[in-house]
């Protein structure tokens, strides 16, 4: 079945939250931000539901009204610039665990697709350089033309690009739709690199070199796994709490914190509450656990090629020995005997 069938603006909720709480880290006052909401139209205590909403024009409406009340004409790239992404969640994990550079900006767009997002990233390669274009999907092209939303897209990706990359690159320009020098002078002072007015495409661009950076947290294993949660979680609603602490556990198993106390801390719980609540669904952390960790388990030796060893020691045994009684428990064969098997020898 298909992820995708109409444009939903879901990520434009998500664009929405990340703007407000911005613009109260920036000084806002709640005069500022009640005007804020009658000027976009919106209702800020409703966008923190998990399937929160907003019309694709909702998110122009609130740029404007930023602009007017900070007097400040790039404070999308401003407020994009505060922006400081932690891979924490099941998304973050996803992403981090990418091969490289290139790799992970792709499963970002793929992400963004799912969430029905207006904008896309295009790639663009030169001999020396690269250039990241922000683009506007097609379906969402008979809206508004908004610098201001491409603009904070721009900021988001290059503190993305930060976060991300082991060298912390910064772009060797940027290129901006606006052409008042204004603005231009104003943006070139934020970003402290080339900027260049009146672009056809929004745009960063960077030496060729970036796409082939590899990430520290690069894991083939957790990939695929992580991966079957994204997809089965983005063609349904809201998720249920076992589906949310299975994530929590397959990350936390690579990090050494899938115990009860670590899992709760990551979903916003007291480990109370989430036993309680994974009752009244009829499983447990030992029952997730469990699974996550036969999933794991192939992943990591099929998909990864990692060592019987190596696979125990990620999964958290205490010695290779448990790991491969569980493992008999969940196949009927030893780990070797198994990959041997789906690999046809």
Not at 207 to 220: F, N, S, Y
Not at 252 to 257: H, K, P, T, V
Not at 299 to 305: D, F, K, R
């Amino acid at each position: 079945m298909s992820l995708v069938k109409t444009l939903e603006p879901r990520y434009g909720a998500l664009i929405a939250r990340m703007l407000l709480r911005q613009a109260i880290e920036s000084g806002l006052g709640a005069a500022d931000l009640a005007a804020l909401e009658r000027a976009a139209g919106l209702r800020f205590e409703a966008l923190e539901a998990l399937d929160a909403t907003i019309p694709f024009e909702a998110e122009g409406r609130l740029f404007k009204a930023l602009i007017e009340i900070t007097e400040d004409p790039i404070c999308a790239l401003r407020l994009g610039l505060m922006n400081r992404p932690e891979l924490s969640d099941l998304v973050g994990y996803y992403i981090g665990a990418s091969r490289d550079v290139g790799e992970a900006l792709e499963r970002q767009g793929w992400v963004c697709a799912q969430m029905h997002e207006a904008y896309r990233l295009h790639l663009s390669r030169g001999p020396e350089l690269i250039r990241l274009c922000i683009v506007r999907v097609h379906s969402a092209r008979n809206q508004p033309e908004s610098f201001d939303s491409e603009e904070y897209r721009l900021a988001l990706t290059l503190r993305f690009i930060e976060q991300i990359a082991p060298a912390r690159p910064w772009p060797r320009a940027v290129h901006l739709c606006r052409s008042d020098p204004s603005s231009g002078a104003r943006a070139r002072a934020l970003l402290e690199t080339d900027v260049l007015l009146a672009q056809p495409m929004t745009s960063l661009v960077y030496d060729g070199a970036l796409l082939e950076q590899p990430l520290r947290g690069a894991d083939a294993g957790l990939s695929a796994v992580l991966r079957g949660h994204l997809e089965r979680l983005l063609e349904g609603g809201p998720p249920a709490l076992s589906n949310l602490v299975a994530q929590a556990l397959c990350r936390g198993f690579a990090e050494d914190r899938a115990d009860l106390h670590s899992v709760a801390a990551a979903l916003n719980l007291s480990a109370a509450t989430l036993r309680r609540h994974l009752r009244e669904e009829g499983t447990s952390l030992q029952e997730l656990r469990e699974r996550c960790r036969e999933q794991l388990a192939h992943e990591h030796l099929i998909t990864a090629g990692l060592s019987v060893e190596e696979t125990a020691e990620r999964l958290g045994y205490q010695d290779v020995r448990s790991f491969r009684r569980a493992f008999h428990r969940w196949h009927g064969v030893s780990p070797r005997e198994y990959r041997k098997r789906q690999r046809g020898v």
